[in-house]
């Protein structure tokens, strides 16, 4: 039976390794655009501080904030991580 279930989760190891590299690509990419983004939204707050008031310049902090590296990208690298943690742990199963 284990033998079975080592047949059936090999699709799944050559699934999750494709989406693993696929993912960390695309976080390596949008983790560059992005920080590009949010430095570029930063100046846009503080312009916004100084001519329109308080509310849209923390409106544009907390924007420039999600798309820093700190932010969104960060879940995404996390969630990433995770894939590939799996990856590992189906292949530690067929090669055990």
Same mark, same amino acid.
Do not use: H, Q
């Given at each position: 039976?284990? $033998?079975?279930?080592?047949?059936?989760? =090999?699709?799944?190891?050559?699934?999750t390794?494709?989406?693993?590299?696929?993912?960390?690509?695309?976080? $390596?990419?949008?983790?560059?655009? !992005?920080?590009?983004?949010?430095?570029?939204?930063?100046? /846009?707050?503080?312009? !916004?501080?100084?001519? /329109?008031?308080? =509310?849209?310049?923390?409106?544009?902090?907390?924007? /420039?904030?999600l798309?820093?590296?700190?932010?969104?990208?960060? $879940?995404?690298?996390? $969630?990433?991580?995770?894939?590939?943690?799996l990856?590992?742990? =189906?292949?530690?199963?067929?090669?055990?």
């Open positions: 039976m284990r $033998l079975v279930l080592k047949f059936l989760s =090999l699709p799944f190891i050559i699934i390794w494709l989406l693993y590299g696929i993912c960390r690509l695309l976080v $390596l990419a949008s983790g560059v655009i !992005l920080g590009i983004l949010s430095g570029i939204t930063l100046i /846009a707050a503080v312009i !916004l501080f100084l001519k /329109a008031g308080a =509310l849209p310049g923390v409106a544009f902090l907390m924007i /420039a904030f798309i820093s590296p700190y932010g969104i990208p960060k $879940l995404a690298a996390w $969630l990433t991580g995770k894939l590939g943690g990856n590992y742990a =189906l292949r530690e199963f067929v090669m055990s």
